[in-house]
């Protein structure tokens, strides 16, 4: 490795843009918790929080899988509703399929961090 190496920028990775027909094998499958970012494209936080939820994706890339869902493609309500997604931005980490954190409105970079360990550390 080179004197320069460690300057070297991670490749930035995206949230999964999530749609009603392939949320639930997203969300199931994963062997890893799944972080997803609803929101609404005319929602200013929102936009805010895509950046926060992007960081993470790039920087646990490997311990956590990370979807976006658009609540506006969910017209009759068979993802909000049974998550119980009322505002936007709402995040929810699901395990094994199963919702285990719902933070809603702006949530810090650090909140998601411990909530993410707090989990791992379960495991073990």
């Known amino acids: ?3 320069f ?3 070297k920028l991670k490749p930035r990775v995206l949230p999964v843009e ?9 969300v199931k499958n994963s062997p890893v918790p799944v972080l997803i970012d609803f929101y609404s494209t005319t929602c200013l936080p929102c936009r805010q929080m895509a950046k926060t ?5 790039t920087d646990f ?12 493609q969910d017209k009759d309500g ?3 509703i049974p998550y119980k997604v009322r ?14 954190e719902t933070f809603t409105g702006l949530t810090g970079y650090l909140k998601l961090q411990e909530a993410l360990e707090k989990i791992e550390s379960k495991k073990k």
Request: overall charge positive.
């Open 1 to 3: 490795m080179g004197l």
């Open 87 to 100: 505002a936007v931005p709402t995040l929810i980490i699901f395990v094994k399929g199963e919702p285990v």
């Open 61 to 72: 890339q490997g311990r956590v899988r990370v979807g976006a869902f658009n609540v506006e």
């Open 5 to 7: 190496d460690i300057f």
């Open 18 to 26: 999530l749609t009603p027909q392939n949320f639930s094998a997203s």
């Open 53 to 57: 939820v992007t960081k993470f994706a």
């Open 78 to 80: 068979k993802i909000v």
